[in-house]
């Protein structure tokens, strides 16, 4: 069962332009949702994340949009540059025993071209 | 800088094989997890340990077995190794703090079983 799922697969940016990737959740016991990206060759890295309190969350480039009624939130990346081609998984976690368990998403493949 | 190393980058075994796969954290970290990587299946957790010597299963475990001995390391045993094993590994260790999350991952180890 994908309790998170994204949307698209992959993405073809121009350079420029605004890189957008959705993703939906299914548990509302979710209370964290984490961005990673990935580079070839590279496993992924903590890219930002939201807590449900807010509806937005922006660093640099990068924005969060959060709808807690929906149970969706997604990435956007304004400016996109060439050297933003990376897969991004969306996550979601909640508290389970003494750690955060983490559910990603299927990833999305971006490919910003010049 | 945080390092998650893991001992391998590319592997190939045959069917039947007994193979481990290593994880070494420098960070004092508690939580250690291993995650398979499958395209359009995004990121799995097999297992993950909370503490030394101590281990959960996670979403995919059938097939898999692993070792935590000392903190830093954690291991990922396949007992037979089979064909549908053949996917990329990532090794994980983790944080919580002040409500927040991060997931350090090495770099993978993509391993093929023929």
């Known amino acids: 069962q994908q309790q998170v799922k994204q949307s698209p697969q992959s993405l073809i940016v121009q350079k420029g332009g605004i890189s957008i990737i959705n993703c939906a959740y299914e548990n509302t016991a979710f209370d964290y949702f984490p961005w990673y990206q990935q580079f070839p060759g590279k496993g992924p890295a903590l890219l930002i994340a939201?807590?449900?309190?807010?509806s937005e969350k922006k660093e640099g480039r990068f924005t969060i949009s959060f709808n807690k009624s929906a149970k969706q939130f997604s990435l956007h990346i304004m400016d996109s540059q060439p050297g933003d081609s990376a897969t991004y998984f969306c996550a979601a976690s909640t508290p389970s025993g003494g750690y955060q368990k983490v559910t990603f998403g299927t990833g999305t493949k971006l490919q910003v071209i010049p | 800088d945080v390092k998650v190393t893991q001992s391998s980058r590319y592997l190939v075994k045959r069917t039947g094989e007994k193979v481990f796969l290593e994880c070494v954290q420098d960070m004092d970290h508690e939580n250690m997890f291993w995650y398979r990587q499958d395209p359009g299946l995004g990121l799995r957790l097999i297992y993950f340990?909370?503490?030394?010597?101590?281990?959960e299963k996670g979403d995919i475990p059938e097939g898999y077995s692993v070792s935590r001995e000392k903190k830093e390391r954690f291991s990922l045993i396949l007992e037979s190794a089979s064909t549908n094993q053949t996917s990329m590994y990532l090794c994980?260790?983790?944080?919580?703090?002040?409500?927040?999350?991060?997931?350090?991952f090495g770099s993978g180890t993509q391993l093929s079983v023929l």
């Open positions: 994980a260790s983790s944080f919580w703090r002040q409500g927040k999350e991060k997931l350090f």
């Open positions: 340990s909370y503490d030394v010597k101590m281990k």
């Open positions: 939201i807590r449900p309190d807010v």
